[in-house]
């Protein structure tokens, strides 16, 4: 491994798969059925209407998505959805929206919804450091919520959930920002899915929105026309200049998950063999990685861990870098030791690093004679 070429263990941008970064290489200098740069194509071609057209086709094949619910690629990142979602879903004073407090980013989301209306956080994790994730008797949900709003992947602390919460009879809401595509799951339970792409399904830039098309049939009047849902769902996501180079690209690794995985199912055994290799490294550690989230609530996407002392985790990520390791240092709010094993991160790639993580526990080990 050389300096040019190291391995993408970052909560994100995270790493895309080599085969959509060569196209990508490609398509800079030129896309051959336009013959013009990627940078350079109007967002008012043919050719860019097929492209949303065909990513939306890919998205709604892999997810089994019904008509009942649109797919809009927009701009603002996940962080513009904390905005947004309140707008459209709670514009009365006299309703409120339940929120789940599970980790940084669900915390984001309800301070941003707390600014437009009413929140009520039914259940908060802070007090346990964000290490586990709510059982369902744990959740008091009202049957006049004006929303339900879940983040099915806190990035940061690396907990998931692997069942879905909340009521089916209450309009479902969650931010898969970082485990979108990465497993199947069934869309008919969500009314709005939103997902930015630098995660797991391509550069920064766009956002994926997938909407309930009745619930835009309530819509507040009023709205700004940008933060209007109803806007881009009638402009086919093509309202003002859109992201193309972002889109292309989701477009692409949608191709890659179709193509060359072979589907969600597919993506999602591969996902959790990668984990397993990560969690067992520190499982047979014998205590020297401290997993930071409970095992029920492991991520498949960002694994979480501590070292014995803030001394031995920076030894540990300085040598880690200098193998070829990248990205591997824990959020700046939680410090410790972050790797993301997003979609596009290959088995080997993990296998490098979990023979890492063992050699230098082994190592320590026998220097402190334990
Ligand atoms: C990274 C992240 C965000 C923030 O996304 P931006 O695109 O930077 O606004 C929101 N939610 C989750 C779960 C994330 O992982």
Request: proline share 5%.
């Amino acid at each position: 491994m050389n300096r040019l070429n190291r391995l993408n263990f970052s909560g994100g941008p995270g790493v895309l798969p080599e085969s959509v970064l060569a196209e990508t290489q490609a398509a800079i200098t030129c896309v051959p059925e336009v013959g013009l740069s990627i940078l350079g194509i109007s967002h008012r071609s043919d050719w860019f209407a097929a492209v949303v057209d065909e990513a939306e086709r890919n998205i709604r094949h892999l997810l089994q998505l019904p008509d009942s619910h649109a797919v809009l690629f927009l701009q603002g990142g996940a962080t513009l959805q904390f905005t947004m979602i309140p707008m459209l879903l709670l514009p009365h004073r006299h309703q409120t929206a339940e929120y789940l407090h599970t980790g940084y980013w669900s915390g984001k989301s309800i301070a941003e919804a707390r600014l437009l209306g009413d929140v009520r956080v039914i259940w908060d994790g802070e007090s346990d450091g964000f290490r586990r994730l709510p059982a369902p008797p744990e959740l008091s949900c009202s049957t006049d919520a004006a929303y339900f709003h879940y983040v099915s992947n806190e990035t940061v602390e690396g907990i998931q959930f692997h069942a879905i919460p909340g009521l089916d009879e209450i309009i479902r809401v969650c931010d898969m920002s970082s485990d979108f595509l990465s497993r199947p799951f069934d869309p008919n339970r969500f009314d709005l899915i939103y997902a930015h792409a630098q995660k797991n399904i391509g550069p920064a830039g766009v956002t994926v929105v997938i909407i309930r098309r009745d619930l835009l049939a309530h819509a507040p009047d009023g709205l700004p026309s940008l933060l209007d849902y109803r806007t881009h769902l009638k402009a086919r996501s093509i309202y003002n200049t859109p992201p193309v180079f972002a889109i292309y690209v989701v477009l692409l690794v949608t191709r890659w998950l179709l193509h060359e995985i072979g589907g969600l199912e597919k993506m999602d055994a591969i996902n959790r063999e990668k984990a397993e290799r990560l969690y067992s490294a520190i499982d047979d550690s014998s205590g020297f990685y401290a997993g930071w989230s409970m095992p029920e609530h492991r991520s498949l996407m960002n694994v979480t861990f501590n070292l014995p002392s803030a001394e031995l985790e920076r030894e540990f990520l300085r040598q880690a870098s200098g193998a070829g390791f990248s990205g591997l240092t824990g959020h700046r709010s939680l410090g410790g030791i972050r790797a993301s094993i997003y979609n596009a991160m290959t088995p080997a790639a993990v296998d490098l690093l979990s023979q890492f993580m063992r050699e230098f526990a082994s190592l320590r080990h026998a220097v402190t004679g334990s």
